[in-house]
C-alpha cells in the first residue's frame, strides 16, 4: 500500500515565479493536510481540504497561497510570485476516517526560491 | 496562542543508554501524538495516546498521557545508532476537532556508537 507521495521533493524557483507542490494522500484517505517547515522549526499547518472543499485554511497566507484538492487527481498547493521567505520544505498529511489526529505524512517539498 | 514546549532541545548520548524527554503545553489536550523525523523525510508517527494517565509502548519506546493533560513524556531504553532524528511531540490545534495538528519544536537526538 503506497504511503502518502509528494512531488516534486526539490523545487527551485526565481522570485516572482509560481511554485506547484503536488500530493496524493494513502490509498482510501480522502483528508488533506499541508504543513510548512521553516529550517530547525516543528511543522506549522496551512490548510485542511477534503475532496474538491477546503475545510480551514486558517494557517495559509491569505495571499499568494491557495489550495485544492479536485475530485480527480492529487492536492496541489500553489504559491504565486513566490518571496525568499517561502523557502521551506511543505509537507502533506492524510489521514484514516476515524482517526483525525494519526496523520501519515509524505516526504515533502523542499521549495528554495533564489 | 497555543504552544507546545519540548525538553530538551538537543540530546548526545551513548549507544545502550536510555531517553526521556518531554512536551509541555499551554492548553489541555485530549490527544497526544510523538513524531520522528529523520532528515530529509517527513514526520514518521511513533505513538499515539487518548486518555490521561495512559501509558503506550511501541517496541523500546514508552509514551505517556500527563495526568494534568497538560504534558506528555516520550523514553527510550538502549537506545541504538538509527535512533537518530529529530522527535517532534505534537496535538490538535485549536477546538473544533477537525485533525489539524500543533507541533512542538523538537527534540534532535544525536547517537554515539
Known amino acids: 500500500n503506497a504511503g502518502v507521495m509528494q512531488n516534486p521533493r526539490h523545487l527551485v524557483r526565481r522570485r516572482g515565479q509560481e511554485a506547484r507542490l503536488r500530493c496524493s494522500p494513502m490509498k482510501g484517505h480522502s483528508h488533506v493536510y499541508w504543513y510548512r517547515q521553516l529550517p530547525e522549526e516543528g511543522l506549522k499547518f496551512m490548510v485542511y481540504l477534503q475532496k474538491e472543499n477546503i475545510i480551514d485554511e486558517s494557517g495559509m497566507p491569505k495571499e499568494r497561497f491557495s489550495a485544492e484538492f479536485p475530485k480527480e487527481g492529487p492536492s496541489i498547493l500553489r504559491i504565486q510570485q513566490v518571496v525568499r521567505g517561502d523557502s521551506a520544505a511543505y509537507f502533506c498529511a492524510s489521514h484514516r476516517e476515524d482517526r483525525d489526529y494519526e496523520q501519515y505524512f509524505g516526504p515533502g517539498t523542499r521549495l528554495t526560491v533564489t | 496562542g497555543q504552544q507546545l514546549n519540548q525538553n530538551p532541545q538537543s540530546m548526545f548520548i551513548q549507544e545502550g543508554e536510555d531517553v526521556s524527554m518531554n512536551c509541555t503545553s499551554s492548553?489541555?489536550?485530549?490527544?497526544w501524538l510523538w513524531y520522528k523525523q529523520d532528515p530529509g523525510e517527513g514526520p514518521v508517527l511513533l505513538i499515539a495516546?487518548?486518555?490521561?494517565?495512559e501509558l503506550t509502548s511501541n517496541g523500546r519506546l514508552t509514551a505517556q498521557f500527563g495526568i494534568t493533560r497538560k504534558d506528555s513524556f516520550l523514553n527510550i531504553s538502549a537506545s541504538i545508532p538509527s535512533d537518530v532524528g529529530i522527535y517532534f511531540c505534537?496535538?490538535?490545534?485549536?477546538?473544533?476537532?477537525?485533525?489539524?495538528?500543533?507541533f512542538g519544536q523538537g527534540t534532535t537526538l544525536q547517537v554515539k556508537p
Open positions: 505534537a496535538g490538535p490545534l485549536g477546538s473544533g476537532n477537525t485533525g489539524k495538528l500543533i
Open positions: 492548553s489541555i489536550f485530549n490527544t
Open positions: 495516546l487518548y486518555k490521561a494517565g
